[in-house]
């Protein structure tokens, strides 16, 4: 592992933090946002919804049980960096066939340790995320903030994270196949979809309707991914065109997308939601479910109104919009994530819904 020690994180409004650097020597300006999940940095670093983002985690001892082969939640790694108060580069796990910071630096993604990360995270939930950079200590502070105002936020991640080619993740005996749009996809939601007799063809974030129909499919499910929503104009423009004629299936910005497909409206949280603990509220079942959750935006709950949407979930603490329908056309969404490899499982059963709706669906043509 190539260790750049004595380096820094400087964020947009001034204020610096110094500690020892780990993974990617190099620096990097990315948006800075805290999770405070207790274990799964694998299924973090993995996740290409972090594209452009480094991660402030908030657990205190990160690489205690290295990298493990199976556990990858994408083909390649889109993450910035991590920020973590301790770093450990001995990992103690039988299934671990690398430490965490050779991946980091294999896919130039920027470590640093030694930082006290509740002050950081206080600082996040304060100010709001925002740009910043980390980079070799003796860099110039004021030369670092002009480069991280020259640069603004990314609005390109889905060219980066989406497959420039189709694939497909086929399985014994399958019952139905799912169409999935890749603007981040997650592998565990093909892994969810295939053990419930489903074969799925992943599609680029550009697919037309026309592309969609050829393979004739039964369901189109719309990924999780990075960035705006209203930057995924071809994907807003997919729905538009497949609803009624297939049941869609949305997943985080799958579920903003639909949204803004049906005219909502949606909007960028202060600090958004990251972690694997957040408390949802059923409204069809009265119930509450424990959640992984990881975003930025949000769907505005009073703009559903006259769009054919119906809020099915809200979040117990701040009452954010967490899923919505259409009965009429078997479209459903859900903002947090019921597949997570490394978090609660109370929401695995939104899968098996889809799959009902496909059936039913099939029934009624």
């Not at 800075?32 to 274990?39: D, K």
């Not at 670092?144 to 993740?169: A, M």
């Amino acid at each position: 592992m190539k260790v750049a020690n004595n380096r820094k994180l400087v964020l947009q409004n001034g204020r610096v933090f110094e500690g020892v650097g780990f993974g990617s020597p190099k620096e990097k300006i990315a948006e800075l946002v805290f999770n405070t999940s207790m274990v799964g940095y694998q299924e973090i670093l993995s996740d290409s919804s972090y594209c452009d983002q480094i991660v402030c985690m908030t657990y205190p001892l990160i690489g205690n049980y290295g990298i493990t082969d199976d556990d990858y939640e994408s083909k390649s790694i889109q993450m910035s960096g991590f920020v973590v108060r301790e770093y450990n580069d001995n990992p103690s796990n039988f299934r671990a066939t690398q430490t965490l910071g050779d991946v980091m630096d294999e896919y130039n993604a920027v470590g640093i340790s030694g930082i006290d990360t509740r002050e950081l995270t206080r600082v996040i939930r304060d100010c709001g995320s925002q740009l910043v950079m980390i980079c070799d200590i003796d860099k110039d502070t004021d030369e670092v903030i002009r480069e991280i105002n020259e640069r603004g936020f990314s609005h390109d991640q889905l060219s980066k994270v989406s497959t420039k080619k189709i694939w497909y993740s086929r399985t014994a005996n399958p019952t139905y196949t799912v169409v999935a749009i890749d603007c981040g996809i997650k592998m565990n939601i093909v892994r969810k979809f295939n053990q419930l007799g489903c074969n799925v063809v992943v599609l680029p974030y550009t697919a037309t309707i026309e592309d969609v129909m050829k393979h004739q499919p039964d369901g189109l499910f719309i990924s999780n991914g990075p960035g705006d929503p209203e930057d995924a104009k071809e994907v807003i423009q997919l729905i538009k065109d497949a609803k009624g004629k297939l049941p869609i299936f949305g997943i985080c910005l799958g579920h903003q997308i639909i949204g803004l497909a049906y005219g909502a409206k949606t909007y960028k949280m202060k600090f958004g939601h990251r972690g694997a603990n957040h408390p949802v509220k059923n409204l069809l079942t009265n119930t509450i479910e424990i959640t992984s959750q990881n975003h930025s935006f949000a769907i505005d709950k009073a703009s559903l109104e006259g769009t054919g949407l119906e809020a099915t979930h809200v979040n117990v603490i701040d009452n954010e919009l967490e899923g919505m329908r259409d009965t009429k056309n078997f479209v459903m969404s859900t903002q947090y994530h019921p597949e997570s490899a490394a978090g609660p499982e109370d929401s695995e059963y939104l899968f098996k819904l889809f799959i009902d709706s496909m059936k039913e669906f099939g029934g009624n043509r």
